[in-house]
């Protein structure tokens, strides 16, 4: 009797492996951008080259040439807070899509259970009345759906892409993670750079305001000069405080993204001695935005919308589940395992849907909901080709402001220069070389700010197109699964966050 149970069980395991699945076959939507990255003036002033590798196949360790960043973004990668949630969300989602893969197999469990039961003498039949008792052990399946129609199975297979997601989802919150950190290093060592500059222009403000003073008392210059320079000094002391001010900001910033105290010795001093990060070449083809994470979440997640219109459709289907129990039964428990107490049921049962008009709706949602994930899906590829073409827009044409503001400040310099032998002489009045040195001042901290966003530029550019996320240590295992339930495109990485 117990064999039957098995070979019934059997029969009905080897049905539910042959079950059909209702979900709609997966068309991947074409790409609503354009196959090329935007050429023109703007894109054109950095020349190819051949020799760089791409951001996808270019591990952030050899693209940030800085030692002090290495490490920085090293220490960032092991304590942020963010990205250790995005850590355990894929933990979350794999042991999800484990529950649901566990609904195709039987829940087997063994059961004991003691009965007494006592009958009045009008029920008993024999004219007076009994009590009963009855012990029980026995081992079965409370209810197993055959999955016939793929309803389960298009429930696992849902599963099983939104683990994928939230793969994705964390790989491109490490990607975003280390841009944002280089970001923060970057703006933090301009405005170190910024700081001495102020400091320095402080300094050489107040030795003028001295002269100035001096030559008063003795009557060679006008009051108004002392006055104008004294405006000067106030304006650079402003500036001190000001940079003073945002340079504690940034450490307090890349503390808060690092998750613990950064040491000092790993800041760094200012922008012109942070070694830039390696050339990368973006290539013509925007083909390689499929592969950013934020692009291939998005399509995990319109494929797991898609596996939940087959579970919908099929609860138009009957559903079919299996009762089986085989075990013992005895009235006196020294019985319960003697020969002839052997005991066994098996209960099949089908549910047909007649009337519900919720499955309808049902549809209707799962309908819905894949056709927005097939807009989100679309726009997150027009979203990743407009940062990618502003990236690249900043990177044709920032070489030149730096060149042409280099030449700029070099032009004030020798303008402040000259005022000042001009002022020295007599031949002009203080008032030039006021203003020659608040041209210089800003000309100096616009060129600070250029070359802060050449070297950002690089970061976003690297993080735009796919790169920040190759660490084998970092890599998800991804469930077993066999190989007819291999998901329909592959788990792949890749960038997203542009950073300002």
């Not at 994705?168 to 301009?190: D, K």
Request: charged share 20%; proline share 6%; with cysteine.
């Amino acid at each position: 009797m117990i064999n039957s149970v098995l070979k019934s069980s059997l029969i009905g395991a080897a049905l539910l492996v042959g079950g059909c699945s209702l979900a709609p076959k997966y068309v991947r939507p074409a790409s609503p951008i354009p196959g090329n990255f935007p050429s023109g003036p703007a894109y054109s002033q950095v020349p190819a080259n051949a020799d760089a590798p791409t951001a996808a196949d270019l591990p952030w360790q050899q693209f940030f040439t800085d030692e002090k960043l290495q490490k920085v973004i090293a220490i960032t990668l092991a304590n942020n807070r963010d990205l250790r949630v995005a850590a355990l969300n894929v933990e979350r989602a794999r042991a999800m899509y484990g529950v649901r893969r566990a609904d195709l197999l039987p829940s087997v469990s063994a059961n004991g259970s003691r009965i007494r039961q006592h009958q009045t003498a009008e029920l008993s039949g024999v004219g007076h009345g009994t009590t009963s008792n009855q012990y029980r052990v026995d081992v079965g399946i409370a209810s197993w759906e055959l999955d016939f129609f793929g309803r389960i199975r298009s429930l696992s297979d849902a599963a099983l892409e939104e683990f994928f997601a939230t793969q994705q989802a964390r790989r491109g919150s490490q990607i975003m993670l280390i841009s944002e950190t280089a970001g923060v290093y970057l703006t933090l060592a301009a405005d170190k750079e910024n700081l001495k500059l102020s400091q320095d222009t402080l300094t050489a403000q107040r030795n003028s305001y001295d002269l100035v003073k001096r030559r008063l008392d003795r009557g060679l210059v006008p009051e108004l000069d002392l006055y104008r320079v004294q405006a000067q000094v106030d304006t650079a002391r402003r500036a001190v405080a000001q940079f003073t001010q945002f340079v504690a900001q940034d450490q307090n910033a890349l503390n808060l993204l690092a998750g613990t105290q950064v040491p000092a010795d790993l800041l760094p001093d200012d922008l012109s001695r942070v070694r830039p990060p390696r050339d990368i070449e973006p290539g013509i083809s925007s083909a390689v935005l499929l592969d950013r994470p934020d692009i291939a979440e998005a399509e995990h997640r319109l494929l797991a919308a898609n596996a939940n219109i087959g579970a919908a459709r099929a609860a138009f289907f009957p559903r079919i589940s299996l009762t089986a129990a085989a075990g013992t039964a005895s009235s006196d428990l020294s019985g319960l395992f003697k020969a002839g107490s052997g005991v066994w049921s098996y209960g099949p049962q089908i549910v047909l849907p007649i009337f519900d008009p919720r499955t309808w709706s049902a549809v209707k949602v799962s309908n819905a909901e894949r056709d927005i994930a097939v807009a989100q899906y679309e726009q997150a590829i027009q979203v990743s080709f407009r940062d990618v073409a502003d990236a690249l827009a900043v990177r044709g044409t920032v070489g030149e402001q730096v060149t042409a503001q280099q030449s700029l400040v070099h032009a004030v310099s020798e303008t402040y220069r000259l005022s000042l032998t001009r002022y020295d002489k007599g031949i002009d009045s203080y008032l030039d070389v006021l203003d020659a040195q608040r041209s210089l001042f800003a000309a100096q901290q616009d060129l600070i700010s250029l070359n802060r966003t050449q070297m950002t530029n690089q970061v976003q550019l690297y993080a735009v197109l796919g790169g920040g996320w190759q660490n084998p240590q970092m890599n998800d295992p991804a469930p077993e699964i066999p190989a007819a339930e291999t998901p329909a495109v592959p788990a792949t990485p890749a960038a997203t966050e542009h950073q300002n």
